[in-house]
Protein backbone atom coordinates (compact mmCIF):
# COMPACT_ATOMS: atom_id res chain seq x y z
CA UNK A 1 0.00 0.00 0.00
CA UNK A 2 1.17 3.59 -0.76
CA UNK A 3 -0.52 6.81 0.57
CA UNK A 4 -0.17 10.16 -1.53
CA UNK A 5 -0.51 13.48 0.21
CA UNK A 6 0.17 16.41 -2.19
CA UNK A 7 1.12 19.68 -1.38
CA UNK A 8 1.85 23.44 -2.90
CA UNK A 9 -1.43 24.29 -5.07
CA UNK A 10 -3.30 27.99 -5.02
CA UNK A 11 -4.15 30.70 -6.73
CA UNK A 12 -1.46 32.58 -8.96
CA UNK A 13 -1.74 34.60 -12.32
CA UNK A 14 -0.69 34.06 -15.76
CA UNK A 15 2.90 33.49 -15.89
CA UNK A 16 3.61 32.76 -12.00
CA UNK A 17 5.21 29.05 -11.31
CA UNK A 18 4.43 26.57 -8.90
CA UNK A 19 5.87 23.70 -7.33
CA UNK A 20 3.65 20.59 -6.84
CA UNK A 21 4.96 18.42 -3.61
CA UNK A 22 4.19 14.47 -3.54
CA UNK A 23 5.64 12.81 -0.37
CA UNK A 24 4.79 8.78 -0.47
CA UNK A 25 4.87 6.39 2.51
CA UNK A 26 3.98 2.93 2.62
CA UNK A 27 5.69 0.96 0.06
CA UNK A 28 9.41 1.29 -0.89
CA UNK A 29 9.35 4.23 -2.57
CA UNK A 30 12.84 4.08 -4.95
CA UNK A 31 11.56 0.72 -6.18
CA UNK A 32 7.99 2.91 -8.37
CA UNK A 33 7.22 4.96 -10.82
CA UNK A 34 5.92 8.30 -9.93
CA UNK A 35 3.20 10.33 -12.39
CA UNK A 36 1.59 13.25 -12.58
CA UNK A 37 -2.46 14.06 -13.80
CA UNK A 38 -4.85 16.45 -13.53
CA UNK A 39 -8.72 17.60 -14.30
CA UNK A 40 -10.43 20.16 -14.94
CA UNK A 41 -14.09 21.31 -14.14
CA UNK A 42 -16.02 18.98 -16.76
CA UNK A 43 -13.46 17.28 -18.51
CA UNK A 44 -11.58 13.82 -18.14
CA UNK A 45 -8.52 13.45 -15.73
CA UNK A 46 -5.72 14.11 -18.11
CA UNK A 47 -1.88 12.83 -18.26
CA UNK A 48 1.06 15.63 -16.77
CA UNK A 49 4.11 14.08 -16.44
CA UNK A 50 5.83 10.42 -15.41
CA UNK A 51 9.00 10.14 -13.42
CA UNK A 52 10.70 6.16 -13.21
CA UNK A 53 12.02 4.15 -10.01
CA UNK A 54 15.50 6.38 -10.64
CA UNK A 55 14.41 9.56 -12.04
CA UNK A 56 16.27 8.80 -15.38
CA UNK A 57 13.10 8.59 -17.52
CA UNK A 58 10.63 10.98 -17.81
CA UNK A 59 7.59 12.06 -20.17
CA UNK A 60 5.51 14.95 -20.38
CA UNK A 61 1.62 15.91 -22.00
CA UNK A 62 2.47 18.43 -25.20
CA UNK A 63 0.81 20.61 -23.79
CA UNK A 64 3.21 20.72 -20.64
CA UNK A 65 6.45 20.46 -22.79
CA UNK A 66 9.29 22.74 -21.87
CA UNK A 67 7.50 24.35 -19.15
CA UNK A 68 6.89 21.62 -16.48
CA UNK A 69 9.91 19.39 -14.52
CA UNK A 70 9.03 16.41 -12.84
CA UNK A 71 11.72 14.96 -10.60
CA UNK A 72 11.76 13.01 -7.45
CA UNK A 73 14.08 12.45 -4.20
CA UNK A 74 14.16 8.89 -3.36
CA UNK A 75 16.06 9.91 0.36
CA UNK A 76 12.83 12.30 1.21
CA UNK A 77 10.18 10.03 -0.52
CA UNK A 78 9.04 12.91 -2.43
CA UNK A 79 8.14 13.91 -6.21
CA UNK A 80 8.18 17.00 -7.46
CA UNK A 81 5.98 18.90 -10.29
CA UNK A 82 7.43 22.48 -11.40
CA UNK A 83 5.56 24.48 -12.90
CA UNK A 84 6.30 27.30 -14.85
CA UNK A 85 4.82 30.00 -17.07
CA UNK A 86 1.30 29.05 -16.02
CA UNK A 87 -1.66 29.76 -18.32
CA UNK A 88 -5.68 29.65 -17.62
CA UNK A 89 -5.85 26.51 -19.22
CA UNK A 90 -3.49 25.28 -16.97
CA UNK A 91 -6.27 25.53 -14.25
CA UNK A 92 -7.32 21.67 -12.57
CA UNK A 93 -6.83 19.78 -9.71
CA UNK A 94 -3.20 17.94 -9.83
CA UNK A 95 -3.42 14.59 -8.60
CA UNK A 96 0.14 12.60 -7.70
CA UNK A 97 0.00 9.00 -8.75
CA UNK A 98 1.87 5.37 -8.06
CA UNK A 99 2.63 2.25 -9.86
CA UNK A 100 3.97 -1.08 -8.31
CA UNK A 101 6.12 -1.03 -11.08
CA UNK A 102 9.70 1.01 -11.79
CA UNK A 103 8.63 2.14 -15.32
CA UNK A 104 7.23 5.43 -16.22
CA UNK A 105 3.71 5.58 -17.87
CA UNK A 106 1.37 8.21 -19.68
CA UNK A 107 -1.39 5.53 -19.01
CA UNK A 108 -3.62 6.69 -16.08
CA UNK A 109 -4.96 2.73 -15.89
CA UNK A 110 -1.25 1.99 -15.25
CA UNK A 111 -1.22 3.68 -11.94
CA UNK A 112 -2.64 2.09 -8.56
CA UNK A 113 -2.49 4.59 -5.98
CA UNK A 114 -3.64 8.17 -6.20
CA UNK A 115 -3.65 10.96 -3.64
CA UNK A 116 -6.74 13.19 -3.17
CA UNK A 117 -5.49 15.74 -5.13
CA UNK A 118 -4.23 19.74 -4.91
CA UNK A 119 -5.95 22.39 -6.55
CA UNK A 120 -3.98 24.73 -8.95
CA UNK A 121 -6.26 28.05 -10.63
CA UNK A 122 -4.31 30.57 -12.85
CA UNK A 123 -5.80 33.51 -13.42
CA UNK A 124 -5.46 35.51 -16.47
Known amino acids: QVQLVESGGGLVQAGDSLRLSCAAS????????MGWFRQAPGKERQFVAT????????GYADSVKGRYTISRDNAKNTVYLQMNNLKPEDTAVYYC?????????????????WGQGTQVTVSS
Open 97 to 113: TARKTPYASSDPGAYDY
Open 26 to 33: GRTFSTIA
Open 51 to 58: VSWSGSST
